[in-house]
C-alpha cells in the first residue's frame, strides 16, 4: 500500500479531522482513508439507502397532503403581484 503525506492544512481542518475520527471511534488515520475513500469511490450502499428513505418521506408526505387544493407556486406569485400591484396603485392615505 501506499502512503500519502499532506502538508500545510490549516489548523481548523486538523481539528475538524480529529473531532469527526472521535464521533466515528476511529483514529484520525482511519478517518482520513475513510474520507478518502467515500469521496473517491462512493458508498453506493449509503447513497441507496439515502434514496430508499427520501422516497419513503415523500410517500409519506404525499401521502399526507394528498388531496388538498394548495395554489401552484405561479399562482401564489401572481397573488402576490396583483396584490403589489393593486398596493401601489393606492393613493396615499397620508395627504
Known amino acids: 500500500m501506499a502512503t500519502l503525506t499532506v502538508r500545510n492544512l490549516d489548523d481548523d481542518i486538523?481539528?475538524?479531522l480529529r473531532i469527526r475520527a472521535a464521533e466515528h471511534g476511529r483514529s484520525?488515520?482511519?478517518e482520513h482513508r475513510e474520507i478518502l475513500r467515500l469521496v473517491?469511490?462512493?458508498?453506493?450502499?449509503?447513497?441507496?439507502?439515502?434514496?430508499?428513505?427520501?422516497a419513503e418521506r415523500l410517500?409519506?408526505?404525499r401521502?399526507?397532503?394528498?388531496g388538498?387544493?394548495?395554489?401552484?407556486?405561479?399562482q401564489l406569485l401572481?397573488?402576490?403581484?396583483?396584490?403589489?400591484t393593486e398596493a401601489l396603485a393606492r393613493p396615499d392615505k397620508a395627504d
Open 14 to 16: 486538523v481539528r475538524r
Open 28 to 30: 484520525a488515520e482511519a
Open 40 to 54: 473517491l469511490i462512493g458508498d453506493e450502499s449509503h447513497r441507496a439507502e439515502q434514496r430508499r428513505r427520501v
Open 59 to 61: 410517500a409519506e408526505f
Open 63 to 66: 401521502r399526507r397532503t394528498g
Open 68 to 74: 388538498r387544493e394548495s395554489p401552484s407556486a405561479a
Open 78 to 84: 401572481d397573488q402576490a403581484r396583483a396584490e403589489r
